[in-house]
C-alpha cells in the first residue's frame, strides 16, 4: 500500500512538471506571457521566502527574521552565495545555542 | 573528442557544482530529517529512499510520509501532493521557456528534475542558456541536488537523528537565505524586480491561511509574475 502512495506521489509530482516540455514548443506565446514568464522566478522567490522563512524558528520568528536581514545585507554588498548560506546558519545558530 | 570541447564541457561542470552546492548544503540536513520522520512514521529504509528517488519533492515527501504513518487514505495523501506541487507547473513553464531550443531528450530530464531550488538556482543563471554545453551546467546542478536529496534520505532512514538539533534547526535556514541570495542581486541590477517579489510574498501571506500553502505560493507566483509584465526591462537573452 505505502508503494502504491509513493507511485501515485511520484505520478502526480512529475506529471505537471514535465508537461511544459511539450507545450513550450507547441504554442506560440505572445510577448507579454513571454514577459510573464521572464517574471516568474523573481515572483517565485518571493513567494518562497516569505512567508516560509518564518518557519525555521516557529516559536521565535525574530530569529529567522535577522537571519534573513543578515543575507540580505551580504547579497546586496555581493558576497558569494555560499557565504550567505553559512552566515545565515550561524545567526540562527547564534541565537540557539 | 576535440580538446577545446572538452575543457568547455568540463568547466560548465565544475561551474554546476559550484552553483548548486547551496542547493546540496540546504538539501542534506532537511534530506536527513526528512529520512529520520519517514521511520518515525513507519517506512521501511526501501520506502523512504524510494520516495526522494520517485517523488523528489521536500515539502510534499515530510507531508506524505507524516500522512501515511497517520493512516490516512492514499487518495487524500495523492490528492494534497498534487495541489502542494503544483506550483511546478508554473515554473516548469517559465524554465522550460527559458531552455526553449534544447531538445526534448535535454528538456525533459530537467523538467522532471526542478524543484523549487533547482528552478531558481538554473532561472537566476540565465546566461548559461545560450553557451555551448549550457546543458551541462543545468544538468550537474539537478543531478547533485537529485544525489544529495536521496543519499540524504537514506541516511536519515539508517542512522537517525545524526545532526544536533540546534545545529540541524539553524541549517534549516539555509534554503531561505539562498533564495535570498539568489534575489537581491537581480533587484540591485533592476531595481522594479522587488515589486514583483513583495507582491507575490505579500499575495502568499494574504492567501496561504485561507487556501493552503500550495495554492498560495502558486497564485502569489502567479499574481507576482504578472506585475513583471508591467515593470521588466526589455531583456535581449
Do not use: C
Not at chain 2, 15 to 29: K, R, T
Not at chain 2, 53 to 80: C, D, H, N, R, T
Not at chain 2, 147 to 173: D, N, R, T
Not at chain 2, 224 to 231: A, E, K, M, R, S
Amino acid at each position: 500500500m505505502t508503494w502504491f502512495i509513493i507511485l501515485g506521489m511520484a505520478l502526480v509530482t512529475a506529471i505537471p512538471r514535465v508537461i511544459p516540455a511539450y507545450i513550450v514548443d507547441l504554442v506560440q506565446f505572445p510577448e507579454w506571457v513571454n514577459k510573464w514568464l521572464q517574471a516568474i522566478p523573481y515572483a517565485a522567490l518571493g513567494a518562497l521566502i516569505f512567508p516560509g522563512i518564518l518557519s525555521v524558528t516557529p516559536d521565535r520568528p525574530y530569529v529567522a527574521l535577522a537571519a534573513g536581514g543578515v543575507a540580505i545585507l551580504l547579497s546586496w554588498l555581493r558576497v558569494h552565495v555560499i557565504l550567505v548560506v553559512f552566515s545565515a546558519i550561524l545567526t540562527v545558530l547564534f541565537f540557539t545555542i | 573528442m576535440d580538446y577545446e570541447e572538452k575543457e568547455e564541457k568540463k568547466m560548465q561542470i565544475r561551474d554546476g557544482f559550484v552553483a548548486g552546492s547551496p542547493i546540496v548544503i540546504g538539501y542534506l540536513p532537511i534530506a536527513i530529517a526528512y529520512g529520520v520522520l519517514a521511520k518515525q512514521a513507519g517506512l521501511s529504509l526501501g520506502e523512504i529512499t524510494g520516495m526522494s528517488l520517485l517523488v523528489f519533492a521536500g515539502a510534499a515527501q515530510f507531508m506524505g510520509a507524516g500522512m501515511i504513518g497517520l493512516g490516512v487514505s492514499a487518495m487524500e495523501i495523492i490528492i494534497a501532493t498534487f495541489v502542494l506541487n503544483f506550483r511546478h507547473f508554473v515554473m516548469s513553464l517559465s524554465f522550460i521557456n527559458q531552455i526553449k531550443h534544447y531538445s526534448l531528450k535535454v528538456k525533459f530530464p530537467l523538467a522532471l528534475g526542478l524543484t523549487d531550488e533547482t528552478f531558481s538556482v538554473s532561472s537566476i543563471y540565465r546566461k548559461q542558456v545560450n553557451q555551448s554545453y549550457g546543458y551541462y551546467f543545468y544538468g550537474t546542478i539537478f543531478l547533485t541536488s537529485y544525489l544529495s536529496w536521496v543519499f540524504g534520505s537514506f541516511l536519515g532512514g539508517i542512522l537517525g537523528e545524526i545532526i544536533p538539533e540546534a545545529l540541524s534547526q539553524s541549517m534549516g535556514v539555509a534554503l531561505y537565505a539562498m533564495f535570498i541570495a539568489l534575489l537581491v542581486p537581480s533587484v540591485r541590477k533592476q531595481k522594479r524586480i522587488i515589486w514583483i517579489s513583495a507582491t507575490a510574498m505579500v499575495s502568499n501571506f494574504l492567501l496561504s491561511p485561507e487556501i493552503g500553502q500550495g495554492w498560495g505560493i502558486v497564485v502569489g507566483t502567479l499574481v507576482g509574475g504578472l506585475i513583471g509584465v508591467f515593470v521588466l526591462e526589455e531583456e535581449n537573452a
